[in-house]
C-alpha cells in the first residue's frame, strides 16, 4: 500500500467512525436521500418503460389515418372516397376500418368494438378482451349479449378471448365481423369510421397525408408518427406531473440537507479545531468532509436506484403504477419490460450527488481554514 | 480477535450494493427476453386488427384514443362542459391538435 493510499484509508477510518458517532442525524440524512433518489429514479424508469412499449408496439399502427369532419367533430366517411385518395402518387392500399364504442350498462364499462380489416371472424362470433371477459363473467363458449340501436338484442358467441399477455392493447377489444358491427350500430352501408391509407415508400408519409387533406379538405390526417409522438408526450407529461407533486419532498430535502450542511454543529466545529490543533492540514479536513458527503450520496443514490428497481418490477410500481399508466372501469394489468436509461440516470446522478458534495464542502472549508483557537473558543 | 477497519467495512458494503445493481442489470436482461415475445404478439395484433392506441383508460373516447382525439374533445357535452374525467386532465392534447398552422 502506498503511503498515499495508506494515508487516505487512515482519514477515511477516523471519517466512517466520526459518522458512527452521529449515528441518528446521519442514519436519518441517509434514509431521506434514499428516498428521494428512489422515488424520482422509479419515476424516470417507469415512464421510459412506457415509452419505449408505446414506440414498439405502436410502430405497427397504420400509417395514414384518414378522417372526415363535420362541424369540428369527427364524422363517418363515406367508403367511395378510397377511389379519390388511390388516384394520388405514392399511395399503395386505402381501407376502410369500422370500430366504434359499446357502452355496456351492466358492466358500468365502454368497449371498443373492432372489425379486423382482412376479417378472419365469422358472422354472429366474436373474440373479446380478457378485459370484457372479467367485467361479464364470460368465457370461450359462452354469449355475448349486446344492445344494438335498433333496440334489439344482439347476441354474438365467444369463440375466443384475446390473449392475457396483450392486455395493454385488448383489454377492451370486442372483435366482430362486418355484418354484426353493420347491424349492431344500425352503421349505414357505404360508410366507414375511418380510412387507414399505406403508402409504398415511408419517407413520403408526411407529403401525402398533406396531400390527401389537400384534396379532402373536410379530413384530417393522423399519421403514425403524430400517435406515436402522442403517447410519448402523454408519459412525459404525466411524469412531469408526478415529479411536479414530489418535487415538494425534493425540496424538502434540499432544504434539510443545507441546513444540516451549511449549519455546522458547534460539535463538529469544535472537532475540526481540535483536528487543525493536533497537526491536520486543511487539506485533510476538507478530504475528510468530502469523503463523508461522497459516502453518504454513493450509498443513496446506489440504494435508491435499487429500491427503485424493486419498487417496479417485485411490486409492479403499486406506489404510483396506476397514475402513470392510467385507469378505468376495465382494469388493464400488463408488465412493462424493463428499461435501464444510462443517460438519465447519469442525469438524476448529477443532480443529486455533486450538490450535495458541494453542500458539505463548502461550510467545511470555512471552518477549517479558520484559526483553530478561534473555532475552539467560540463554544 | 481482530476486528475489521471501518474502511474495509464501507468497501464491503458499497460491493454489496453494486453487486445488487449487477444481479437488477442481468435481471433486467431477462425480463427483456421474456417480454420480447408478449411485445411482438401485441405488435402483431395492432397490424391485424389496424389499432391506434393503447388500452390505459377506457372511460371515454379521448382517453381510450387519445391519438383519435377531436380537438374540442373535454368538451363534447356542451361547450362550456368541464372535464370531468380524472383521467383527462393527466392526458395533454395530442401534438397534431395542438400544431401551429400558417392563418
Given at each position: 500500500m502506498t503511503p498515499a493510499i495508506a494515508r487516505y484509508r487512515n482519514i477515511l477510518d477516523f471519517t466512517l467512525r466520526a459518522m458512527l458517532r452521529r449515528r441518528g442525524k446521519n442514519l436519518l440524512l441517509l434514509t431521506l436521500f434514499t428516498l428521494v433518489i428512489a422515488v424520482f429514479a422509479s419515476i424516470l424508469l417507469f415512464t421510459q418503460a412506457l415509452r419505449r412499449e408505446a414506440v414498439l408496439i405502436l410502430k405497427?399502427?397504420?400509417?395514414i389515418l384518414i378522417q372526415r369532419m363535420v362541424a369540428g367533430r369527427h364524422d363517418l366517411i363515406p367508403t367511395g372516397l378510397a377511389v379519390r385518395i388511390e388516384?394520388?402518387?405514392?399511395?399503395?392500399t386505402v381501407a376502410p376500418r369500422l370500430w366504434g364504442y359499446y357502452f355496456d350498462p351492466s358492466a358500468n364499462a365502454t368497449y371498443t368494438l373492432v372489425v379486423p380489416p382482412a376479417g378472419g371472424i365469422a358472422e354472429g362470433k366474436t373474440r373479446i378482451g380478457v378485459g370484457v371477459g372479467r367485467s361479464r363473467k364470460a368465457f370461450r363458449g359462452s354469449t355475448l349479449s349486446m344492445r344494438g340501436y335498433d333496440g334489439q338484442e344482439h347476441s354474438l358467441e365467444i369463440e375466443a378471448l384475446l390473449p392475457?399477455?396483450?392486455?395493454?392493447?385488448?383489454?377492451?377489444l370486442v372483435i366482430i365481423s362486418e355484418p354484426d358491427f353493420r347491424s349492431l350500430f344500425s352503421f349505414p352501408a357505404g360508410y366507414a369510421t375511418d380510412l387507414a391509407v399505406t403508402v409504398a415508400?415511408?419517407?413520403?408519409i408526411a407529403m401525402v397525408a398533406r396531400k390527401i387533406t389537400e384534396l379532402l379538405p373536410d379530413t384530417r390526417a393522423i399519421t403514425r408518427t403524430d400517435i406515436i409522438t402522442t403517447y410519448q408526450s402523454l408519459f412525459d407529461w404525466r411524469s412531469g406531473v408526478m415529479a411536479l407533486i414530489f418535487a415538494s419532498a425534493l425540496i424538502s430535502f434540499a432544504v434539510f440537507a443545507w441546513d444540516r450542511a451549511t449549519g455546522l454543529s458547534a460539535e463538529e466545529r469544535r472537532e475540526t479545531g481540535i483536528l487543525k490543533a493536533i497537526g491536520w492540514e486543511t487539506s485533510d479536513i476538507l478530504v475528510m468532509k468530502f469523503s463523508e458527503g461522497a459516502i453518504i450520496a454513493l450509498v443513496s443514490f446506489l440504494g435508491g436506484c435499487i429500491l427503485a428497481w424493486v419498487h417496479l418490477y417485485f411490486f409492479w410500481g403499486s406506489l404510483f403504477g396506476v397514475f402513470l399508466k392510467g385507469w378505468s372501469s376495465l382494469y388493464p394489468y400488463f408488465r412493462l419490460a424493463p428499461v435501464i436509461d444510462i443517460y438519465q440516470l447519469s442525469v438524476l446522478f448529477t443532480l443529486t450527488v455533486p450538490p450535495y458534495i458541494a453542500a458539505i464542502l463548502i461550510p467545511s472549508w470555512r471552518a477549517a481554514s479558520m484559526d483553530p483557537d478561534t473555532v475552539m473558543r467560540e463554544q | 480477535m481482530k476486528c475489521i477497519r471501518p474502511s474495509d467495512a464501507l468497501f464491503l458494503f458499497l460491493a454489496y450494493l453494486l453487486l445488487w445493481v449487477i444481479l437488477l442489470g442481468c435481471d433486467a436482461v431477462r425480463r427483456n427476453q421474456e417480454s420480447r415475445a408478449r411485445i411482438a404478439m401485441e405488435s402483431s395484433m395492432v397490424r391485424a386488427y389496424g389499432l391506434t392506441d393503447?388500452?390505459?383508460?377506457?372511460?371515454a373516447r379521448y382517453t381510450r384514443h387519445p391519438s383519435q382525439a377531436d380537438i374540442h374533445a373535454p368538451f363534447q357535452d356542451h361547450p362550456?362542459?368541464?372535464?370531468?374525467?380524472?383521467?383527462g386532465s393527466l392526458i395533454p392534447p395530442p401534438p397534431h391538435l395542438t400544431r401551429r398552422t400558417l392563418p
Open positions: 405497427e399502427a397504420p400509417e388516384s394520388i402518387p405514392g399511395v399503395r392475457e399477455e396483450s392486455e395493454l392493447v385488448s383489454s377492451d415508400n415511408p419517407q413520403e | 393503447l388500452c390505459l383508460a377506457s372511460e362550456m362542459a368541464l372535464e370531468h374525467f380524472p383521467s
